[in-house]
């Protein structure tokens, strides 16, 4: 009963709640809502066979004045035009690629002349579409305050006025498909006005209505006999996803359903932008064809970007791609060509705020107008163009070095390394700061026909230990890295034959929605030498971030390093977390602690911008010289700071102890720069200024890891992200596993990693482990759904392998649980207990289990059974078992789990028994040979194994098996009661 009561209260109030509800859903703005079948009966439509193009359209710009129906904004109207320097105190044109059209008077979003310009500049270039950016929040479009809704409705009433004009005149227009601005789900929600800049639950009935009625809005407001149909279906461009909160499978066919009733019939046919992951769209794009085209279900090129006009720009978000007066735009068009694909966009007609327009400027003229109607009919009429013109038009090959002047190949830097020629006795020597050396192709090689390519590298056959050599080259494989913006050779295999050698690969660029017709070249590519494959660093690497690349050095000081008697643990963690930030580190040295070597050390890696961090030679003693080392290699002075002292010197009070006069130097910190307070010793971290080499910093860090490790995460590594803006930590997912072979990991990920090229990869390999690393950066659109999604795809593909998961929301993850440890939680949880009985292990397994405080709650101990007395006398194995089978046997391994538990009344054990070698083994029974043998009273599961490798290999690896094996019977059993 009260079930039903409870149902009956919840089923009241939606009866009470409903008809207000209802009575909140704003009505259509336009006046073009179908009112009956026949007004979508016969609408033209686009289909298969068809090869379209279609164009961003941005109508936010007004200039006549500040007020639009009454409701007036002075930074409004103007704001991406006059303002677009980046605050609204200056005025004048943007400073951006663009300078902006003729007679800014004539913008006017409310003019349908203005609009009809526009619309007639598209079609003299035969574009087929027009993808209005559409911003209206249902709703709120004529509410006082709430302008921006205002605008997004006049303007598309007189867009559709001109529309109307220029097709009574006998004019041929381009259809109209909608450009859903998904940013305006964020704010102004009609069904969130008490938190407007909360992000919308699409999964919810509120925001899924928010976001059909916003498509709705849009179709209200243009004729149907305008609308951009494909399969008879009109257009939805939906931008980015990350305005919503949540999203699932259900959004597109319930908006389809509700649009079909409205619409007799008809439903959107759904083009979005790729972190709309899962969502179920009809075709991919990628945002941002401006800066990089991406070839995907449909093309999305554009002439170049530039952000560095528009108004609120975030500090640090600078991105440009220069127009290479006309080139960048003129190879995106070349690759949309040949690639299949039916629709290509351009990113965008008229956004002059970020410099990505083809409409005509003062700056440019009619030169992108003009350059887009050639390439258009090409693109059309599905025509090859000419080859381009150049002095390499129709060769065969290009190659660098070479004799000549002009090669086809030219050597070029690139944000992640500079990349430097010089003339030796030897020859050429290219100087480079990252594992790349970059080439330019020339234009009139890349895009003739050559079929197949070939690419013929001499390298120094090093052994595979130092790395990998592959080519990267632009591709139209949406497989490849990024959606197909590049992707890898085969790899040519190191040998370590020390000698300098000749390989080939072929370069194939894939292919795109559809067979391409006609041959493809690429522009570009890269020689690399990956030295960080043996350590699972991601592979294809770029520079991340918005931020320079600085060369940065690692100086490790200390003669007890050198001298062997001190293990180095900073070179991983300072390496490690720099990697998280887009930064990597160029080199790394050890120095001794000694007069003038921290000078000399400092003085040959300085360079304007150059990051130099030292570790170590900063206490009291008379042998700590790096501080003064460093104030002679930057010639930044020593003062002496009293507060600093004093604090240091209260610290020692309070501990009862007098601080000595040779301390003192513990608080001299640099004339230009700053320092680190040392919450765990007593020696600052300090930042030397170079007033010679300007944008150079040195960085000194005390050497104990417990002082530094801190410094470093929580002041240090921030004061630099800042310097350098570098980005947030990406968002980053890790898997563990255990008894899975690396080869076999990467052959099941990669059908997972397919639709998703963007995600980096990175494995930490160790006896019987490997950590695999998922990650995104930290303002990748929807990152930790996509990063959840693989995680969670991967974890079923790896049922019996996969032990841990943890996620990162900073530097370091949530939890970092190991094997050892997650074992022990589920025995705890289950109020289990655990003994061993170890043979070859020699107590490894016990010795791992009780490195973590706590395991006497579950751990109950073991057995070193080496000796077949004690397997006899403590464990029980049988005489004849010992003398029939031997002491590695199936057998012996199961009777030491019987007795173990008889012994010790615990509810599990596990025993080993094996041959580790080096000696002992035979040719029935050779080293490496091992039995784990794992159970309770109930059943006792045994292995054999063969473990190729040494001694210390075969005992790791088997003391991994027997937890492996008891953490899988664990989760695979129900705890008795």
């Not at 006017?108 to 993808?131: C, F, G, N, V």
């Not at 490997?770 to 999604?789: C, G, H, K, M």
């Amino acid at each position: 009963m009260g079930y039903f009561r409870a149902y009956f209260i919840l089923a009241l109030s939606f009866s009470i709640l409903g008809p207000v509800s209802a009575q909140i859903l704003p009505e259509p703005p336009g006046p073009y809502l179908p009112k009956d079948e026949e007004a979508v009966k016969d609408l033209q439509t686009f289909g298969e066979g068809d090869r379209l193009t279609a164009v961003y359209y941005f109508y936010w710009y007004r200039y006549r004045d500040a007020c639009i129906e009454g409701i007036c904004n002075p930074q409004f109207s103007r704001s991406h035009i006059e303002f677009a320097t980046g605050s609204f105190e200056k005025s004048g044109p943007s400073s951006a690629l663009t300078d902006t059209p003729v007679d800014l008077k004539e913008m006017d979003l409310t003019d349908p002349a203005w609009h009809r310009a526009q619309i007639e500049r598209i079609a003299s270039a035969s574009i087929d579409i027009i993808l209005p950016v559409f911003w209206g929040v249902p709703g709120r479009y004529d509410e006082n305050g709430h302008y921006q809704s205002v605008w997004s409705k006049v303007g598309m009433e007189a867009f559709a006025e001109a529309m109307n004009e220029l097709k009574n005149e006998g004019k041929t227009v381009p259809k109209v498909g909608m450009f859903f601005d998904t940013s305006t789900l964020s704010f102004e929600s009609p069904f969130n006005r008490d938190n407007p800049d909360a992000k919308i639950d699409l999964m919810a009935s509120n925001g899924k209505t928010q976001f059909y009625l916003t498509i709705r809005d849009f179709f209200s407001l243009i004729p149907p006999e305008d609308w951009a149909l494909w399969e008879g279906r009109p257009l939805v461009w939906l931008y980015a996803s990350v305005y919503a909160s949540a999203f699932d499978e259900t959004l597109f066919p319930e908006t389809k359903a509700r649009f079909s009733n409205e619409f007799f019939g008809r439903t959107p046919w759904f083009v979005a932008n790729l972190d709309w992951l899962g969502a179920g769209a009809d075709w991919d794009y990628r945002w941002g064809g401006s800066i990089q085209p991406t070839f995907l279900s449909i093309n999305s090129i554009g002439p170049g970007f530039d952000n560095s006009g528009a108004i609120g720009e975030p500090k640090g978000s600078r991105v440009e791609r220069e127009r290479e007066d006309g080139k960048f735009y003129r190879n995106a068009w070349e690759r949309a060509l040949r690639s299949g694909a039916p629709l290509t966009v351009i990113e965008t007609w008229n956004e002059l705020h970020e410099g990505t327009e083809i409409c005509p400027t003062v700056e440019y003229g009619d030169q992108y107008l003009q350059m887009t109607a050639r390439y258009v009919n090409q693109y059309k009429n599905d025509s090859d163009s000419k080859p381009l013109a150049g002095p390499f038009m129709g060769k065969a090959s290009v190659v660098w070095p070479g004799t000549q002047i002009e090669t086809g190949m030219t050597p070029v830097s690139a944000a992640d390394g500079e990349f430097r020629i010089t003339e030796t006795a030897d020859g050429l020597l290219a100087e480079m700061q990252s594992s790349y050396l970059y080439f330019d192709v020339d234009d009139s090689f890349a895009f003739a026909t050559h079929d197949p390519m070939e690419a013929t590298i001499e390298y120094y056959d090093l052994p595979d230990r130092f790395g990998r050599i592959f080519i990267e080259y632009d591709s139209w494989d949406r497989d490849a890295n990024f959606h197909g913006i590049y992707k890898n050779s085969e790899e040519i295999p190191l040998t370590g034959s020390f000698q300098w050698k000749t390989a080939t690969v072929e370069l194939t660029l894939g292919e795109t929605g559809q067979q391409p017709k006609r041959g493809r070249r690429p522009a570009d590519c890269r020689a690399a030498r990956d030295p960080d494959s043996k350590s699972g660093t991601q592979q294809n690497r770029r520079a991340k971030g918005s931020g320079r690349m600085n060369p940065i050095h690692l100086i490790i000081i200390g003669d007890e390093l050198l001298a062997g008697k001190r293990q180095d643990k900073h070179l991983q963690k300072i390496a490690s977390t720099l990697a998280s930030r887009g930064a990597e580190l160029t080199s790394c040295e050890s120095i001794r602690d000694v007069p003038g070597a921290v000078t000399e050390a400092i003085k040959n890696r300085l360079a304007n911008d150059t990051l130099i961090i030292t570790t170590g030679g900063l206490g009291p003693t008379v042998d700590d010289l790096t501080r003064e080392g460093i104030s002679d290699a930057t010639g930044t002075g020593l003062r002496f700071d009293e507060d600093l002292w004093s604090k240091l010197k209260a610290r020692y009070e309070r501990r009862g102890r007098k601080i000595s006069d040779s301390s003192r130097s513990q608080a001299l910190v640099p004339e230009r720069g700053t320092f680190f307070p040392n919450g765990f010793g007593t020696a600052p971290g300090l930042v030397f200024e170079c007033e010679q080499y300007p944008g150079s910093l040195v960085v000194a860090l005390p050497g104990p890891p417990r002082e530094l490790n801190p410094m470093w995460d929580d002041q240090a590594l921030a004061f630099l992200a800042e310097r350098y803006n570098w980005p947030a930590p990406p968002r980053r997912i890790l898997l563990r596993f255990v008894m899975a072979p690396e080869a076999g990991i990467d052959e099941k990920m990669r059908p997972i990693l397919k639709g998703h090229p963007d995600v980096g990869l990175s494995s930490l390999i160790r006896i019987g482990r490997v950590d695999v690393t998922l990650s995104l950066p930290s303002d990748y659109p929807n990152n930790t759904a996509i990063l959840r999604e693989i995680a969670d795809r991967t974890q079923d593909e790896f049922q019996d392998f996969v032990f841990s998961r943890s996620e990162f929301t900073g530097e370091e993850p949530d939890r970092l649980v190991d094997l050892e440890e997650m074992v022990m939680d589920i025995l705890r949880l289950r109020k289990e207990t655990l003994a061993t009985a170890e043979s070859c292990t020699g107590g490894l397994i016990s010795k791992w289990l009780t490195d973590y405080p706590g395991s006497s709650d579950v751990f109950w101990g073991g057995v070193i059974a080496y000796d077949n007395s004690i397997k006899q006398n403590l464990l029980k194995v049988s005489t004849e078992t010992l003398d029939t089978d031997g002491a590695v046997s199936e057998s012996t391994a199961r009777q030491m789990v019987e007795g173990l538990l008889d012994l010790t009344q615990t509810t599990w054990g596990i025993g080993v028994t094996g041959i580790a070698g080096p000696g002992g083994g035979s040719e029935e029974k050779p080293v490496g040979l091992v039995y784990v043998a794992v159970g309770n009273r109930e059943r006792i599961e045994v292995k054999r194994y063969e473990f190729p490798g040494d001694r210390e290999f075969v005992r790791e690896l088997s003391a991994s098996v027997g937890l492996w094996m008891l953490w899988r019977r664990l989760i695979q059993t129900e705890p008795k009661e």
